[in-house]
């Protein structure tokens, strides 16, 4: 079987035919029948859903995206929105900073553009958090713009059809070339979608569906090698550790002494059990500094929490103690209802590492 040459026109037939039968139904989505009812996306839940997609996966993000629509339908209510609260609602999603764009985006779209996002690539850039991918996504999902979409999963089918030898992130700007030049003027929304879920579910990472694929006869990754070894990545770094400590105080009505982050810098804003500052030396035995009040500190072992830049490991501690003490500067939570907390993953696992029922249902 010989690779025949892939044209813009072949790549936009055969996608967009895959796709009006293989599309995922996703809340965010128009699908294909009702987009040829003339229904269009609403930029704001295509916005929303972009950001919670970046680093996370769909079937993670479906749940915060309904209850963020149920709690701020709009673009406007979010704006008008307490930042803790929408901190709270993001607990868990990660990757924090996305959370305070959220908002500030959202309050620039309601009082810069009267509640209308930008229709352009260029003034979708301009608003707070919204980067190139996102603004080309918006652009071509939610206004039918000719915008080159390019994330993870685009990525990994463009390298295999075109079985590109140069590796990420190098490649990137030839493969975003390469998006262009396939994405079609008609439906260039669908297009990228189609790319999106094709990418999802039949060019996995590990043994794509090729047999499936309306690429497969066109497949240069597919005709001349193995299309596991696309895309090629640069060696990665290994990423440096840091330690710390963390105190887990639980009183004796089950309530855990818990204080707010402050607003900038990593995590900002969301809430934390005290704890050292987070170095390449320091370890959980020279932290007595950092104990929030004298109490009997019991080590309870050490948790791990990969960030983007680096490796946490804390020591975790834990004191009962018999009443509330003073909340210098923090508050005493019923571990009843610490989940309504900003409490990012990280600071869970310490609480749950010192109280393992902390988080279990019922
Ligand atoms: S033929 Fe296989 S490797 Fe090539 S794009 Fe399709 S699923 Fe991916």
Redesign the pocket.
Known sequence: MTCETLTAEDAAALLLTWYDRHHRDLPWRVSPPMARQGVVADPYHVWLSEVMLQQTTVQAVKAYFDKFLRLWPTVEDLAAADSEDVMKAWAGLGYYARARNLRKCAEAVAREHGGRFPDTEEGLKALPGVGAYTAAAIAAIAFNRRSAVLDGNVER?IS??YAVETPLPAAKAGMRQLVSRLTPADRPGDFAQAMMDLGAT??TPKR???TL?P??MK?M??HSAD?ETFPIKAAKKEKPVRLGAAFVAIDNADAVYLRKRPDTGLLGGMTEVPGTDWSARRDGETSVDARPFAAPWEPCGTIAHVFTHFELRLSVYRANVAEALPAAGGWWEPIATLNMQALPTVMKKAIAQAIPHAFKPG
């Open positions: 089918v295999r059809l039949i060019c794509p569906a090729c694929c690429f497969h497949c990754a597919l299309p």
